[in-house]
């Protein structure tokens, strides 16, 4: 298939850039950089710089397009919170233009990279795609909004759509992984104390109403998500949207985490307890059943020392100790 894949300069459009280019898939990447990185644009995939609401119009309009992966967005929460604006801005109404330019040059699928804050706080875990959602920030309510634009776009115009709504993404596939600017994720703020690029890790809370007092995620591989992009592409029907949680299943406390992450590289990795951060759901497990009923899909590098060790050897190749 020709497929555009918006965001695939990033951590995880690049991941999924290079698996549906070493598939065989006709693959152009279209990112502004403005948080990817030009460098993590995969071999075989074609580039095109540029701000998506601008010139989505334009690219697809070179015709031949099977799909669309669409990861481009602002994904911090904090921000999200203060600068609501570039959320409303980068991530809905460009993903309205992205739709309007699909259905001018007659793109028939696209699969959406959605996320487990569409929910909010849970009232139950393991999370069905059928629980409340109800986001607690800006962030998840505009992938909340891209999702219901998908639906609407599926019943109007016959759009196939999926919205993927993933759990705590982590790992790295060879020399595509995580390298945010401003690093507000758990793993890799870990494994910059182990590198030696920062002191210690300050565990936000260790009152939480869990068993060790810390919060609880569901990690799940960056390897195994780009797997479920392959397959929601392939299973993508006319005129039907379907939305699919992906994690693995099971929860890992943050304590856990950095004790894993004291296994896998041999450091001691200081911490601290320290506040607990405003906004942060105590547990956040998913339920992939539905994903794995329609799809096939099941992750299998579950094991959270794996996808340490993954995102170690990516972190130790890009800042050696
Ligand atoms: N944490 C710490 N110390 C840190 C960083 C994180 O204790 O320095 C804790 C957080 O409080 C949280 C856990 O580690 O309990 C995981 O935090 P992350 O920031 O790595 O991930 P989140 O669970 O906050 O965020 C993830 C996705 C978001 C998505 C959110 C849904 O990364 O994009 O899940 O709630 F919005």
Known sequence: MKLLVT???GYVGSVCAAHLAEAGHEVVVLDDLSTGH????PDGARFVEGNLAEIAGTVLGEGGFDGVLHFAARSLVGESVVHPELYWDNNVVAALRLLEAMREHDVPRIVFSSTAATYGEAEQVPILESSPTRPTNPYGASKLAIDMMLTSYATAYGLAATSLRYFNVAGAHGRYGERHTVETHLIPIVLQVASGHRESVAIYGDDWPTPDGTCVRDYIHVEDLAEAHALALANAAPGRHSIYNL???QGFSV?????ACREVTGHPIPSAVAPRRAGDP???IASSAA???ALGWQPTRTDIRTIVGDAWRFTQDRLPV
């Open 255 to 259: 304590k856990e985490v950095v004790e």
């Open 247 to 249: 994690g693995s299943g």
């Open 282 to 284: 105590a547990v956040l």
């Open 7 to 9: 965001g695939g300069a």
């Open 291 to 293: 994903a794995a009923a």
């Open 38 to 41: 030009r460098d993590a644009v």
